[in-house]
């Protein structure tokens, strides 16, 4: 088979790793791939697979300003150059997320020649992202959601999706997407292995150390869903054998100024925090081999690697647990007993008419961006964040946060009224080996290969239709925009 696959970029990590992990398996298998996106790629793709540049791919912001019409004669174009004849698949990342405008039109155009498209969203614009739903919503479809619809999420027998978790494969068919057309495929999980790893339950007896304190390393790119302040507060309650590194600054200018504020806050309280480590000259795995755990407290992912990838690298993960995400790996037998679900902290020691007065501004803007009345939802939502006059930290904004780390931090007698004292990562040797070994078998390359494989053969054999019907955006919607789902680190 040719497969042909989309994306806006192929910078390191994120989407970039998974469309390295396919190209890596399909090729195994015997079949023509070549990748098409917006930017060259910063390193080579697996296998020497081709790649052409179509800058009419790019962000919305760099793109080159093409039609829906004429980006898609590109596509086609630039795919038989790369295959040597049309491919027998197109397999498209995030194209409703709203980072091209241009994007989803062309798809529908390459759908309605009756080109076959596998349609992979990791992130949606109506979970989280206003403003990207804004701009698809306004510039698109002129405020309305039933044509929305029509574009981002289109059905017709060579029209397939592929969803990596069962709660979006549920909210996919939930919106009418037909279950013979919609596909689990979660990622692949493959890491380099630290230099302990080999022995991980033998060498985390004896290393884990750094300078002679033990380190929480959380491994992200510290944009504001990953809940940065939630590592400062555990900093905050740290003994003095404990320290805490977060391993990445953000990328976006509009996160910077937060991110700023946290290590502004960091450096005036003492707390012992390290940022940016992964810039400090020592690699990612010598950064995890003088680790103690690894640490998350994220409160939103797309698929969740985060708490797969620490037991490849030998370590045990302790932090927030995001069950709507992990209950998939739970389920294939990964055993998290070092994650939280919640860290609830008592409502007076927060100024709550502005924290009432946040969510009802969170809640407005969001209606707002996505073409909602606003009803009650923050009332709704403060009922379902309040537990007998408590609040999780992770639904608090920064303003609220740095609140409470400062109470915590000038009065350790407070210590004793928070929902949990101190992070815990589990001990067992044993854990650590098990859980790799479910992650090599459930979610290994090769494993990731035969699934895709499947998914093609199964559209292969669809029929090409010219009639088209849509999925029911309005209900999507309404699954990611539930009261209960408003964080104020999200909006």
């Not at 992990?21 to 060259?40: F, P």
């Not at 004793?416 to 390359?445: C, F, H, M, Q, W």
Request: aromatic fraction near 6%; charged fraction near 20%.
């Amino acid at each position: 088979m040719r497969i042909c696959i989309v994306h806006y970029h192929l910078q390191t990590g994120g989407v970039t790793r998974v469309i390295e992990h396919a190209c890596a398996a399909l090729r195994r298998r015997g079949a023509q791939v070549a990748v098409l996106s917006g930017e060259a790629p910063q390193a080579p793709l697996p296998s020497a697979v081709p790649t052409r540049v179509l800058p009419g791919l790019a962000y919305e912001e760099q793109r080159a300003p093409q039609s829906p019409e004429q980006l898609a004669a590109a596509m086609v174009e630039a795919a038989r150059n790369a295959l040597g004849g049309a491919p027998d698949i197109w397999h498209v990342h995030n194209h409703s997320l709203g980072k091209n405008t241009a994007l989803p039109g062309a798809l529908l155009r390459l759908a309605r020649d009756g080109r076959r498209l596998l349609l992979q969203p990791h992130d949606f614009a109506e979970d989280g992202r206003p403003l990207l739903y804004g701009r698809l919503r306004s510039q698109l479809a002129d405020g309305d959601i039933r044509r929305l619809s029509a574009l981002l999420y289109p059905l017709a027998p060579q029209i397939h999706y592929a969803a990596l978790t069962r709660r979006d494969r549920d909210f996919l068919a939930g919106a009418g997407v037909p279950t013979g057309q919609l596909h689990a495929l979660p990622n692949a999980v493959s890491m380099e292995t630290t230099p302990d790893s080999g022995s991980s339950a033998r060498a985390h007896a004896q290393q884990g150390r750094d300078d002679g304190r033990r380190l929480w390393l959380y491994p992200t790119r510290a944009i504001r869903r990953k809940n940065l302040g939630e590592l400062l507060l555990w900093a905050a309650l740290a003994g003095a054998q404990d320290r805490f590194a977060a391993t990445q600054a953000p990328r976006n200018p509009r996160e910077q100024p937060g991110y700023r504020r946290w290590v502004a806050l960091a450096a005036e309280l003492g707390l012992p925090m390290i940022f940016e480590a992964g810039a400090g000259g020592r690699s990612f795995p010598e950064l995890v081999a003088s680790s103690h755990a690894l640490v998350t407290t994220s409160i939103a992912e797309g698929f969740g690697l985060a708490f797969l990838e620490p037991w490849l690298l030998g370590r045990p993960l302790a932090g927030r647990d995001l069950p709507e995400i992990t209950a998939d790996f739970t389920d294939a037998g990964v055993r998290l007993p070092g994650l939280y679900q919640q860290l609830s902290v008592p409502l007076d020691w927060l100024d709550l008419p502005r924290l009432r007065s946040a969510f009802a501004t969170v809640a407005a803007e969001r209606a707002s961006a996505y073409g909602r009345p606003a009803a009650d939802t923050a009332e709704r939502a403060w009922a379902h964040a309040i537990t007998d006059g408590r609040i999780d930290f992770g639904r608090l904004d920064e303003t609220a946060q740095t609140q409470i780390i400062r109470r915590l931090h000038g009065d350790p007698a407070a210590r004793s009224e928070l929902g949990a004292s101190a992070l815990t990562a589990p001990k067992d040797p044993a854990l650590i080996d098990a859980n790799r070994a479910v992650i090599a078998a459930r979610y290994s390359v090769p494993g990731y290969g035969e699934r895709l494989a499947a998914i093609y053969e199964a559209m292969a054999d669809a029929q090409p239709s010219a009639t088209f019907a849509a999925a029911d955006g309005a209900t999507l919607l309404d699954r990611f925009l539930a009261p209960q789902r408003l964080w104020l680190l999200r909006g």
